[in-house]
C-alpha cells in the first residue's frame, strides 16, 4: 500500500528560486493537509483542504500556494524560497469528519534554501 | 492563541522503566486532543482521547484526558528499545476545523538497553 506519497524527498533551493511540493495519497481520502516541521516547534499548519476544488489556510500560509484539482493530489508551491522556509513538510491524508485529527503522513521532505 | 505544551521535551530512561510524558493545552474550543510517535520520519497515529476520564489503552502504551484541567498523559509501560521516538501531542480547538490540528513541540524519548 502507497499510502501518502511526497516527492522530492530532499532539495536545495536558492532564495527566491521557486518550486513545486508533490503529495498524492491513493487511499480516496476527504482531507488533505501541509504541515512543516522545525526544530523546537512541533509541526505547524500551512494549508488544508476539505475535498477537491476547497482549500483553506492553516496557520503558516504565507509564501506558499496550494490547489486541489483532484481528490489524490494536493501539490504545495512555494513562490520565492526564503531561507525561513527551510523546514521538514509533511503531506498528510485523513478519511473525512468521522476520523477527526486521526492523520496519515507522508515520509516528508527535507527543503533547505540557500 | 491556541497553545499545546508538553513536558518534559526530552526524556532518557533505561529498557524496563514506566514512563510519563505530559501535554497540557489552551485552546478557545476542544474537540479532541491525539497523540502520536514519530520515529524517524512520518509521525503515526496513536490514540484520540475526547472524554475526560476515559482511559485509551493500545498494549503498553495508555492515555487519559482532564478537560477540566487541561491535560492529558501517555503512560509507556516497561518500555523497549524500539518505543525510542518522539511523542507528539495535539488538540483540534474548534468543531468546524477537523483537520485543523494544534501540535506541541514533542517529547523525545530515548530507551537505552
Known amino acids: 500500500n502507497a499510502g501518502v506519497t511526497q516527492t522530492p524527498k530532499f532539495q536545495v533551493l536558492k532564495t527566491g528560486q521557486s518550486m513545486t511540493l508533490q503529495c498524492a495519497q491513493d487511499?480516496?481520502?476527504?482531507?488533505m493537509s501541509w504541515y512543516r516541521q522545525d526544530p523546537g516547534m512541533g509541526l505547524r499548519l500551512i494549508h488544508y483542504s476539505v475535498g477537491a476544488g476547497i482549500t483553506d489556510q492553516g496557520e503558516v500560509p504565507n509564501g506558499y500556494n496550494v490547489s486541489r484539482s483532484t481528490t489524490e493530489d494536493f501539490p504545495l508551491r512555494l513562490l520565492s524560497a526564503a531561507p525561513s522556509q527551510t523546514s521538514v513538510y509533511f503531506c498528510a491524508s485523513s478519511p473525512g469528519q468521522a476520523y477527526p485529527g486521526e492523520l496519515f503522513f507522508g515520509e516528508g521532505s527535507r527543503l533547505t534554501v540557500l | 492563541e491556541d497553545k499545546v505544551v508538553q513536558s518534559p521535551l526530552s526524556l532518557v530512561v533505561h529498557e524496563g522503566d514506566t514512563v510519563t510524558l505530559n501535554c497540557s493545552y489552551e485552546v478557545t474550543n476542544f474537540r479532541s486532543l491525539l497523540w502520536y510517535k514519530q520515529e524517524k520520519k512520518a509521525p503515526t497515529f496513536l490514540f484520540m482521547l475526547t472524554s475526560s476520564g476515559i482511559e485509551k489503552k493500545s498494549g503498553r502504551l495508555s492515555s487519559i484526558l482532564d478537560k477540566k484541567e487541561l491535560f492529558s498523559i501517555l503512560n509507556i509501560t516497561a518500555t523497549q528499545t524500539g518505543d525510542s521516538a518522539v511523542y507528539l501531542c495535539a488538540v483540534i480547538p474548534d468543531f468546524q476545523g477537523a483537520q485543523k490540528l494544534v501540535f506541541g513541540q514533542g517529547t523525545r524519548l530515548t530507551i537505552n538497553p
Open positions: 487511499m480516496n481520502h476527504e482531507y
